[in-house]
T-cell receptor, first 114, second 113 residues
């Protein structure tokens, strides 16, 4: 079965600093890749997704992620953190040909320090 | 926002009682899912449905059952609630296609005392 690893369950950055949240997947066949954000007491909201084509994907709120097949990674970045970015972030994958089966990482809690 | 409504939003129940959580969608999506979210575990799939009356188990299905008699409704039942089922439960939906993302409801916080 697919596994998704998010390195660092807690990440702290200063306001205005680079945000880097890491995600690695396990399958040899590149899956479809997603990043979600969860604000307190809310459901998960899709930030961005990679399916095919350009490996650098732009999402909402200034976030972007780059698919690197050789590293089996899909790290999430934002050039300049804002206080409103404080939330929980989840990486998820869907394997091709499995009929909408999703696998989630355990999440990274982002704290933004003023 | 995707039209997904979960009810109730909060529930406190006693050990041994049956509990049913409801998920209602207005998007006419084929797939519906129930996840539970617990600290340190992320989201874990309980059951999912790929059509009316078509359901299958996820990785943590013990103690849970589901039903889908209409496209728009997906019910999760705890036949006899236990304290280990205290959690936040999320319903999600997706269109057909492996590259279709999940869309989530706002969750139900269940406490079993």
């Amino acid at each position: 079965a697919q596994s998704v690893t998010q390195l660092g369950s807690h990440v702290s950055v200063s306001e205005g600093a680079l945000v880097l949240l890491r995600c690695n997947y396990s399958s040899s066949v590149p899956p479809y890749l997603f990043w979600y954000v969860q604000y307190p007491n809310q459901g998960l909201q899709l930030l961005l997704k990679y399916t095919t084509g350009a490996t650098l994907v732009k999402g909402i709120n200034g976030f972007e992620a780059e698919f690197k097949k050789s590293e089996t990674s899909f790290h999430l970045t934002k050039p300049s953190a804002h206080m409103s970015d404080a939330a929980e972030y989840f990486c998820a994958v869907s394997e091709r040909g499995t009929g909408n089966q999703f696998y989630f990482g355990t999440g990274t809690s982002l704290t933004v320090i003023p | 926002d995707a039209g997904i409504t979960q009810s109730p939003r909060h529930k406190v129940t006693e050990t041994g009682t049956p509990v049913t959580l409801r998920c209602h969608q207005t998007e006419n999506h084929r797939y519906m899912y129930w996840y539970r979210q617990d600290p340190g575990h992320g989201l874990r799939l309980i059951h999912y449905s790929y059509g009316v009356k078509d359901t299958d188990k996820g990785e943590v299905s013990d103690g849970y059952s589901v039903s889908r008699s209409k496209t728009e409704d997906f019910l999760l039942t705890l036949e006899s609630a236990t304290s280990s089922q205290t959690s936040v439960y999320f319903c999600a939906i997706s269109e057909e296609g492996d590259n279709s993302p999940l869309h989530f409801g706002n969750g139900t916080r269940l406490t079993v005392t």
